[in-house]
């Protein structure tokens, strides 16, 4: 923010809706306190109304726009105590200044009341409109204004103050103490502002305006009042300050407490200075360590301002010269070479060391020596110390360990861009003008509507036009909705066209500007709906209108990758956004025994490994390392968390783009490995340091590539914020009130996919779409033999335990375990006599069962594991269609081969879903009496049952049912049980399949 700007926070308190009345008659009197930054400002009161309508502009000063992201705005709804005795809570709000939005995006949202304590009564939601404006202030009057700003407030709170109190005398002598949970804020500020009014009096203050809403309390020290309340909210929690310094506003300075401090040699070189210069003549400088020879870019005016920065370890000399060379022209032949200036030598053991965040170093003038039959000078200014990868200079400068200044080998930091889902309602159209309507046909046309945003194409139904002289019958209505994907910025329109399905001819087109589109957080909103004209070609400038109603979905969250696996569950709306939980910091420290992905001049392999972090929007690229098998990036990065139940992914691959073919093309990143961690996996402000495998799937099978070493870590301050999490849904509000189809969303999210590619695509250096694809599992939809076995054995797995349950059982029903069979027997009557104790007993027993296990859980964060992915257990042919394409490019032979095993195995999957339908239908044919004996005798055993559960006691029939049930194998029979035998007779469906 300039300085010449200042900050306002707009709040419009609109309404409030289902207030829980207070008052002891079925009713409330609401008003509104807001508190922002040791701002207050207050409301009218709505009298006996629980649905209160005020419509009221709150203005706010913003002292340091900067930080007002971490700033919360509060609003208190009370109950007017001249209508009972004191002032009741009726609930609060609390939205996070990360949740501020620019004047013209607002947006009407209403917020869920939220309650003071447990056992506060609270109810109902308040709507309102939050945003920011900035203004311009002019120069001259910035310095009198700060002059100014303390003395005025000081004067405004006292005069405001005298003004309530002869206001409130006469109707309420207790007024003092209406705002109970702020009366002690408001008179500390009122007494420190006393000693302000002294030097005040000497000079007249200015007519006072007329303002509303003036704040109740205000402070001159905000900043430092809210610095010792920020250090007080540390003590209280106590948590260590090391351990949150990362959650602190200025995360500028990284700590870099996850990762080796790599030492590197910067060198600055910035000009130089020689008495007979040449004029045109342009100068270069040359670094020479050892085998590493660097060179400056030419200049002619002697400024080159360049840094260099050498891997300490990869330096094979302990000496640094630095020469300046000369380029001379030669009239004669025409040609040019460079002549040596002088040089200078440093040793690299007398080079200092600086250590963030102490200052840079200072550059020095250093002479060259030159030639001896050079008589004149030249100096170069140069600045040589030994730093780290945290050095401010470290991003900027020529590194060695990736190639110098090559943009595609550079760190870098992406940005998804923000997704908003845009919804197009198609009522209906008017005043057709077909071109088609003049020629006789046996039946009306067919017209549909088609709209396009970008390359998003969807299409209504078709609604058919029996007469065109109807007008009713000539006003085709669909109410369809049709969903887009709407990237910012946005496309500029979206294109409505009437297509005539007989004639195959546009009927006319209308365009809407997507910007100006109005945008909704929730389904109570109601959308204006809006006419536009359908134009046609040149010779028909209106062919009719339509009727639709379009908005900007807010209230949902655009998926853009797979649901498992998603790392951001927010809304588009930014007002719906809550303050972050926690931050996620993430070590990536470097890589072992990478196996060569390409080959270097034909004759060796080689690896330039680069790591690609994403998590929620911020995708993160680490710099490229070439040429080694065991790199080492160190760099650490911060993601703020706003839900535990995300994931992280990490990918691992071989820059393929810093080169070009003789075409100029570039190559294609190859697939390293890919990792994921799950959040919820994760102890809160602990350190995991460990090493992750590198398997990535080729059509040969699996192959191990390596692994990579990761230091991640989950902070968070507030276990209740964080326990709280687990109780709200997972996705926002609109997905549950208003639900998007399952294959709708499937649609939508590789839609979403798709454009998320592209972005990134675009940026400069360009992600490339291979990368973007494999970090977001574009294919996961496709036809896999291999995932589908993995998904199989997964139910197996999960059905294991219920089967050695059984087979406990069983063994206990078998008498295999005499003593374990008594004990049940014991149990059973216990049950039976005191069947208070089973919830109980199964609680407790539960209880001691998973504390026990507590010893045996997970340590480190799970990866991808090839064993439950079933990489090693499918043959070549198998993988080989994984990676097929689609349409498939294989041969006939292989398709029909590939078809029979496919078909082969959905018979047995067709055969397994008829069983499980023909139990359910043998349920249904019993009680509709589709077999008219079986339901016979199961309506005169229903009754017999009824008596004989009248006469007997439930507690005899369980124990006597359970004996039955354990009696021992010589007491039973091999064939199966009655029930079984009528249950099994009964009728299904499948006998009337085709």
């Known amino acids: 923010m300039a300085d010449n700007c200042s900050r306002k926070l707009i709040v419009e308190v609109c309404n409030a809706r289902n207030l829980m009345p207070k008052d002891g008659q079925g009713t409330a009197s609401a008003y509104v306190i807001v508190d922002f930054d040791g701002q207050r400002r207050r409301t009218k009161t709505k009298f006996r109304d629980l649905n209160p309508q005020w419509d009221e502009k709150l203005e706010f000063l913003v002292n340091d726009p900067e930080s007002m992201a971490a700033e919360i705005l509060e609003l208190n709804i009370y109950n007017d105590k001249k209508t009972v005795r004191r002032s009741n809570f009726l609930g609060k709000v609390k939205i996070s200044g990360s949740g501020f939005v620019k004047l013209g995006s607002e947006t009407l949202v209403y917020y869920p009341l939220e309650k003071r304590s447990v056992f506060s009564q609270i109810k109902g939601e308040m709507g309102l409109k939050v945003y920011y404006v900035d203004e311009d202030v002019p120069a001259s009057d910035k310095a009198a204004e700060e002059k100014s700003e303390a003395p005025a407030a000081a004067d405004a709170a006292p005069s405001a103050e005298k003004e309530e109190e002869k206001k409130e005398e006469k109707k309420d002598e207790e007024k003092k103490e209406e705002e109970k949970p702020a009366a002690a804020t408001e008179e500390k500020p009122s007494e420190d502002a006393k000693p302000a009014e002294t030097p005040a009096a000497a000079t007249p ?250 390359a998003q194409l969807f299409k209504t139904s078709r609604s058919s036009i029996s007469s065109i002289s109807s007008s009713s019958s000539a006003n085709p209505t669909w109410n369809e909705d049709l969903i887009f994907i709407a990237a910012e910025p946005f496309e500029p329109f979206l294109v409505i066209t009437v297509e005539d399905v007989s004639s195959g001819q546009s009927v006319g087109h209308a365009k809407v500007h997507v910007p100006s589109i109005d945008r909704r957080t929730d389904d109570q909103t109601e959308l204006r709906s809006r006419w536009f004209n359908l ?137 390293i490995g890919k990792l994921r961690i799950r959040l919820s996996n994760l102890d809160t402000n602990r350190a995991y340091l460990n090493s992750y495998s590198l398997v990535v799937l080729q059509p040969g099978g699996a192959k191990k590539m390596g692994e990579i070493e990761l230091a991640v870590r989950f902070s968070c301050s507030s276990w209740v914020s964080l326990l709280q999490a687990y109780t709200s849904p997972m996705l926002p509000r609109m997905h549950y009130v208003r639900p998007l189809g399952p294959g709708r969303q499937d649609i939508l999210r590789h839609t979403a996919m798709r454009i998320v590619t592209a972005r990134l695509a675009r940026s400069e250096p360009p992600m490339g779409q291979e990368v973007v694809q494999y970090m977001l599992d574009s294919d996961i939809h496709v036809w896999s033999m291999r995932r589908s076995k993995a998904n199989w054995f997964r139910v197996v797995g999960c059905l294991t335990r219920a089967a050695a349950l059984a087979r406990w059982l069983d063994g206990i029903r078998t008498w295999v375990y005499p003593s374990t069979t008594i004990l049940v027997h014991v149990l059973l009557v216990a049950i039976v006599l005191c069947p208070h104790l089973i919830l109980p007993t199964i609680f407790m027993y539960a209880f001691f069962i998973v504390t026990l296990r507590f010893r045996s859980r997970q340590r480190t964060p799970s990866s991808m594991d090839p064993r439950l992915s079933y990489v090693d257990a499918v043959g070549l042919d198998e993988l080989d269609e994984e990676f097929d394409g689609f349409p498939t490019t294989r041969s006939a032979d292989q398709i029909r081969t590939r078809y029979e095993r496919l078909r082969a195995l959905a018979g047995r999957a067709q055969s397994l879903l008829g069983d499980l339908a023909a139990q359910g239908e043998r349920v249904d044919a019993l009680l509709n009496w589709r077999d008219p004996r079986a339901t016979g005798i199961f309506v005169v055993f229903c009754l017999f049952a009824s008596l004989v559960f009248y006469m007997v006691p439930f507690k005899a029939f369980v124990l006597v049912s359970g004996f039955y049930y354990l009696r021992h194998p010589r007491f039973r029979d091999d064939m199966p049980s009655v029930p079984v035998n009528f249950f099994r007779r009964l009728p299904s469906l499948s006998d009337q399949i085709l």
């Open 535 to 671: 134009v046609g070609d040149e010779s028909r400038p209106y062919t009719g209108r339509i009727h639709v109603r379009v908005c900007l979905e807010g209230g949902y969250h655009v998926l853009d990758e797979a649901a498992h696996v998603t790392s951001d569950v927010r809304a588009a709306a930014k007002q719906l956004s809550k303050p972050p939980i926690g931050l996620l910091e993430v070590g990536i420290r470097g890589a072992t025994n990478l196996l060569p992905v390409k080959t270097k001049d034909g004759t060796r392999g080689t690896t330039d490994a680069y790591v690609v972090a994403k998590y929620g929007p911020k995708w993160f690229r680490t710099r490229t390392i070439l040429d080694r098998f065991n790199p080492r990036w160190n760099e650490q990065y911060t993601w703020d968390v706003y839900d535990p139940c995300t994931v992280l992914t990490i990918g691992v691959f071989d820059n393929g783009r810093y080169k070009h073919d003789e075409a100029g093309k570039h190559g294609r990143d190859a697939r």
């Open 205 to 454: 203050p200015p007519p006072p305006q007329a303002v509303e809403n003036l704040p109740l309390a205000q402070t001159d020290n905000q900043k430092q009042q809210k610095e010792k309340t920020l250090a007080r909210k540390r003590q209280d929690s106590g948590v260590n300050d090391l351990d949150i310094r990362p959650l602190s506003k200025d995360r500028s300075r990284s700590s870099y407490d996850l990762v080796d401090r790599m030492p590197f040699l910067y060198v600055r070189v910035l000009k130089a200075k020689r008495t007979d210069a040449e004029a045109g003549s342009s100068i270069h400088a040359k670094l020479v360590i050892g085998t590493h020879v660097i060179h400056t870019k030419r200049v002619t005016n002697k400024d080159w301002d360049q840094v260099f920065a050498f891997d300490k370890e990869g330096l094979n000399s302990a000496a640094l010269e630095v020469s300046v060379w000369v380029e001379k022209k030669d009239a004669e032949t025409n040609t040019s070479t460079d002549t040596s200036l002088g040089t200078v030598s440093f040793d690299l053991q007398e080079v200092p060391n600086r250590v963030p965040p102490d200052s840079p170093l200072a550059p020095q003038w250093y002479t060259l020596e030159g030639p001896p039959e050079d008589t004149t000078g030249t100096d170069i200014m140069l600045a040589v110390w030994i730093g780290t990868q945290e050095d401010e200079a470290f991003q900027e400068a020529w590194q060695s360990d990736s190639g110098g200044l090559i943009p595609e080998t550079r760190a870098k930091v992406y940005l998804s861009p923000k997704l908003w889902y845009l919804r197009l309602t198609v009522i209906q159209t008017q005043d057709l003008q077909l071109a088609s309507a003049t020629e006789p046909k046996a039946r009306g046309p067919e017209l549909y509507v088609r709209a396009q945003l970008g």
